[in-house]
Structures are given as structure tokens and as C-alpha cells.
């Protein structure tokens, strides 16, 4: 996979111009984006990885493949963020889900070892007002003992009321659980050219 980073956006203006689909990770400031992004690219420094969360404050562009966009927006949920900043990342947010018409496709960050919180619960719906597809990745697996990853999974899918083939569990760390999130992007991507 060849990636590149692109652009990192405030304003619509700094979008690029590109007709590529996009496809946009999203989760709360904690549950490893970066990470997901580095080791689905299998490019260790793509996306910057912080010790403390909520580094992200821009909406950052990466090509991949020439054949679609990858975006990495800001997390939410981080307390330390004043309320000022809050409401700038809100709106910048808001405009580019609402009229960046090239999404195709949101992964969706789950901490498997906590489940959906309200903020993605909101999150989750909100994509789906727009009508945009939805990949549900459950990070941070290596964290839960290999016995009680499958109800980890099946928690989540209920909470959901989502199928268990839909919820795609994977670790950063070990490197798994990446090659069907992959495939299953890809097959959104090649729908949204169509």
C-alpha cells in the first residue's frame, strides 16, 4: 500500500481538490487513531502518535493507493480542551461531514474494552443521518485475555444491534485484524466509483 500525506485542513478552503473517495476515521481521543492509521497503512510515523490524547486539531488528508483519501479527523471526548477550541473543532466537523461530498465510507473506533460510550453512540448516529457507511473497529483487543475477546465483540454488536460480521476487532500492537477491515473498506470504495 502506498500512502501519503496530503494536507491538513481548518477551513473547507483547504480541502484538497480531489474527487477520490474518502474514507474517515473517527473515535474518541484515547482509542488509538493513529495507531489504527499507522498499522492499517503499515507506515510507522503516517499519523502523529501522542502520549497524551487530543493532539489531533486539524483535519489531516492521506492518499492511498492514488484510488482514495484516508481522513483522520479530531477525537472527541477530550476534557482538557477548552470550550472555545470545542466548539471550533465542532464546527469545522460539522461542515466538512455535511457537505464534503467525496465520504464514502466512516470507521468507527471502538475501545473493545469498554464498548460504545455515549459520544460514540451520538457519533454512530449521526453518520448515519447522513447516510454514510460505517465500518465498527473495535481497537485495543490485545488488551482483553483471548478467552473473552469473542464476548468483548458480541457486547459491542449488541449495543449496536449490529451483526457480529460487521464488528471488526483488531490490536495495533500484534498487528491483527486489519486484512478484512481493509477488504471491507475496499469493497465500499470500489461501490462509491461505481
Known amino acids: 500500500m502506498i500512502s501519503e500525506f496530503v494536507i491538513s485542513a481548518v477551513e473547507k478552503e483547504q480541502w484538497p481538490e480531489s474527487d477520490l473517495p474518502e ?10 487513531k493513529s495507531s489504527f492509521i499507522n498499522a ?16 489531533t486539531r486539524l483535519i489531516n488528508f492521506f492518499k492511498i493507493d492514488d ?7 479530531p ?15 465542532g464546527k469545522m466537523m460539522d461542515t466538512y461531514f455535511n457537505q464534503r461530498e467525496q465520504i464514502c ?7 473493545a474494552r469498554h464498548g460504545a460510550t455515549h459520544d460514540d453512540l451520538d457519533m ?11 465500518v465498527i473497529v473495535a481497537t485495543k483487543v490485545d488488551k482483553i ?15 449496536l ?9 483488531i490490536s495495533s500492537t500484534e498487528k491483527t485484524g486489519f486484512e478484512p477491515v481493509l477488504e471491507r473498506i475496499n469493497e465500499i470504495v470500489e461501490q462509491a466509483k461505481k
Not at 161 to 169: D, E, T, V
Open 23 to 32: 474514507v474517515v476515521v473517527v473515535g474518541r481521543s484515547n482509542v488509538g
Open 40 to 55: 492499517l497503512t503499515n507506515k510507522k510515523k503516517l499519523a502523529y502518535v501522542g502520549n497524551t490524547p487530543g493532539k
Open 67 to 73: 484510488t482514495w483519501m484516508l481522513v483522520d479527523v
Open 75 to 89: 477525537g472527541y471526548g477530550y476534557a482538557k480542551m477548552s470550550k472555545q477550541m470545542l466548539i471550533k473543532m
Open 105 to 111: 465510507c466512516v470507521v468507527q473506533l471502538i475501545d
Open 124 to 134: 454512530i448516529e449521526m453518520i448515519q443521518s447522513l447516510g454514510i457507511q460505517i
Open 145 to 159: 485475555p483471548k478467552t473473552k475477546r469473542v464476548r468483548a465483540l458480541k457486547d459491542i454488536s449488541q449495543q
Open 161 to 169: 444491534h449490529l451483526p457480529m460480521k460487521n464488528i471488526f476487532g
